[in-house]
């Protein structure tokens, strides 16, 4: 109409885009718009996921087994198509290793056991048994090499002595990467971690079983390739 004015069209424009109304205000942050140092207060990160933890000692396990299954490989072709083979005589101080192996992971579970009903003192006392049955199995394996030096087998003398060094080498390598979790697991004040002890204790055991039934392999394999 003539003569009319738009002031209450231009009034209600204004406010509206004070207010945010249109949507392009600041996401909820929980509080009453206070200065920008409150923003995204209200926003907090998740704890981790305990999936997340397992699928990594999985994915690493996975690795370390398509590792050695490729050496494996090689053993037999070589030990069935080869005619300078000469058998390795086996120290018989890897059979006490292998029984101290095996108990290191019968006590890592009695362990948990006791922290599952709320022994944490319990726990750690035999967390640290299997922790030193561990070292103590590395031990011996260098005790049997020593002995095969003393023998005048060497990593260099044939093949098959080359495997038995490689083998149990990488072993003792990656299960050393066991023992320091074993000794995290330990030391580590769970207090103030994303995870918990008992998730701790229950991953890092998935890699102990696993590095010993590794060995459990490759020692049948050592053993039948003589």
Same mark, same amino acid.
């Given at each position: 109409?003539?003569g009319?004015? %738009?002031?209450?069209?231009?009034?209600? #424009?204004?406010?509206?885009?004070?207010?945010?109304?249109?949507?392009?205000?600041?996401?909820?942050?929980?509080?009453d718009?206070?200065?920008?140092?409150?923003y995204?207060?209200? !926003?907090?990160?998740?704890?981790?996921?305990?999936r997340? +933890?397992?699928?990594? #000692?999985?994915?690493?396990?996975?690795? #370390?087994l398509?590792?050695?299954?490729?050496?494996?490989?090689? *053993?037999?072709?070589?030990? @069935?198509? /080869?005619?300078?083979?000469?058998?390795?005589?086996?120290?018989?101080?890897? !059979?006490?290793?292998?029984? &101290?192996?095996?108990? /290191?992971? *019968? &006590?890592?579970?009695?362990?948990?056991?006791?922290? /599952?009903?709320?022994?944490?003192?319990?726990? =750690?006392?035999?967390?640290?048994?299997?922790? &030193?049955?561990?070292?103590?199995?590395?031990a011996g394996?260098?005790?049997? !090499? =020593?002995?095969?030096?003393?023998?005048?087998?060497?990593?260099?003398?044939?093949?098959?002595?080359?495997?038995?060094?490689?083998?149990?080498?990488? @072993?003792?390598? @990656?299960?050393?990467g066991?023992?320091? %979790?074993?000794?995290? &697991?330990?030391?580590?004040?769970?207090?103030? /971690?994303?995870?918990?002890?008992?998730?701790?204790?229950?991953?890092?055991?998935?890699?102990?079983?696993?590095?010993?039934? $590794? !060995? #459990? +392999? $490759?020692?049948?394999?050592l053993?039948?390739?003589?």
């Amino acid at each position: 109409m003539p003569g009319a004015t %738009a002031t209450p069209d231009v009034e209600v #424009i204004v406010e509206d885009a004070r207010g945010g109304g249109g949507g392009g205000g600041r996401p909820p942050d929980g509080g009453d718009g206070g200065d920008d140092g409150d923003y995204g207060k209200g !926003w907090q990160r998740e704890p981790p996921s305990p999936r997340r +933890f397992s699928t990594g #000692i999985a994915i690493a396990m996975v690795s #370390i087994l398509m590792f050695f299954m490729a050496l494996a490989s090689a *053993f037999l072709l070589l030990h @069935h198509s /080869s005619r300078v083979w000469v058998a390795v005589h086996l120290p018989r101080i890897l !059979w006490a290793n292998t029984a &101290v192996l095996m108990g /290191s992971g *019968f &006590v890592l579970e009695r362990s948990r056991l006791r922290l /599952s009903n709320g022994d944490a003192r319990g726990f =750690r006392k035999l967390w640290l048994v299997a922790t &030193v049955m561990g070292l103590l199995f590395v031990a011996g394996q260098l005790v049997a !090499w =020593r002995q095969l030096v003393a023998e005048g087998v060497y990593i260099a003398s044939d093949q098959a002595s080359s495997f038995f060094y490689i083998f149990t080498g990488a @072993h003792g390598v @990656h299960l050393l990467g066991g023992v320091a %979790a074993l000794l995290f &697991v330990l030391l580590r004040n769970f207090e103030k /971690s994303q995870i918990s002890m008992s998730l701790a204790a229950e991953i890092t055991s998935y890699y102990w079983h696993f590095m010993d039934g $590794l !060995w #459990i +392999f $490759l020692f049948a394999l050592l053993y039948l390739g003589r």
